[in-house]
């Protein structure tokens, strides 16, 4: 599976590894952007900060949002997100390990198109990123032009 890039929004190093890994073991080749806030995030959504050179057309296949994020919770990454023209459309998957039923419904209230609560094992990781390579590299149709 190629082409558009993934944005993993991702604090814990360890969770960067297993979720490399996993893009890896699944044959899953698109390019994987790591952030490690939400902060970070917002500027390579929208081309500020470090990030100001940055193509801000060129939009991210899929968002792999973290709640529980420094500087700006993945909450509030989500609300931003959905609240600007250019990244409204684009596909964001909170893949965190909160199971608590406030996240689920904040996160669903905001716009989130999928809620995953990361998987104890390396194994049910694995098998989970497999599934959202499949769904949302291979199957989405995503509209035009975003």
Do not use: C
Request: hydrophobic share 40%; aromatic share 6%.
């Amino acid at each position: 599976m190629t082409d558009g890039v993934i944005l993993l929004v991702e604090d814990n190093p360890s969770d960067v590894k297993l979720t490399q890994r996993a893009l890896d073991q699944n044959q899953i080749s698109n390019k994987l952007v790591h952030v490690e806030d939400g902060r970070e995030a917002l500027d390579y959504l929208f081309g500020t900060g470090q990030y100001a050179d940055r193509d801000v057309r060129d939009v991210p296949t899929v968002v792999l949002l973290d709640l529980k994020l420094p500087k700006v919770d993945g909450l509030e990454v989500l609300k931003e997100i959905r609240a600007n023209e250019d990244t409204r459309l684009l596909p964001v998957v909170i893949l965190t390990s909160s199971s608590q039923e406030s996240d689920i419904v904040s996160s669903y209230e905001l716009g989130a198109n999928s809620y995953i609560r990361k998987p104890v094992s390396f194994t049910q990781f694995a098998e989970a990123v497999r599934t959202l390579g499949l769904y949302w590299l291979l199957m989405n149709e995503s509209p035009s032009g975003k």
